[in-house]
Nanobody, 115 residues
Framework: QVQVVESGGGLVQPGGSLRLSCAAS????????MGWYRQAPGKQRELVAQ???????RYSDSVKGRVTISRDIAKNMVYLQMNSLNAEDTAVYYC?????????WGQGTQVTVSS
């Protein structure tokens, strides 16, 4: 079954850190651009970070310097390490796998930054 499943969300205090995980199945990770997106209440879904098939990374300006995307091809896993979290990072975070012909979305994992 082709799917991606997120985990690792939760409640964290401002300034804290969180690592999200995305488990991919049914696909060869290195054949897909893998991305993390987020959607806050009342806002559009936006790209947070992406790692391409060749391992090139890019980040949104709002998270640059605080977030790192990585992948473990052998384990078919993608990670999002988030540091120095603030209230504006509160959102549902989605994992996405994209190829030329297919886009796969997970169900999302909630991240809440609050004291």
């Amino acid at each position: 079954q082709v799917q991606v499943v997120e985990s690792g969300g939760g409640l964290v205090q401002p300034g804290g850190s969180l690592r999200l995980s995305c488990a991919a199945s049914g696909i060869i990770l290195s054949s897909y651009d893998m991305g993390w997106y987020r959607q806050a209440p009342g806002k559009q879904r936006e790209l947070v970070a992406q790692i391409s098939t060749i391992g090139r990374t890019r980040y949104s300006d709002s998270v640059k310097g605080r977030v790192t995307i990585s992948r473990d091809i052998a384990k078919n896993m993608v990670y999002l390490q988030m540091n120095s979290l603030n209230a504006e990072d509160t959102a549902v975070y989605y994992c996405n796998a994209a190829s030329r012909n297919l886009a796969i979305w997970g169900q999302g994992t909630q991240v809440t930054v609050s004291s």
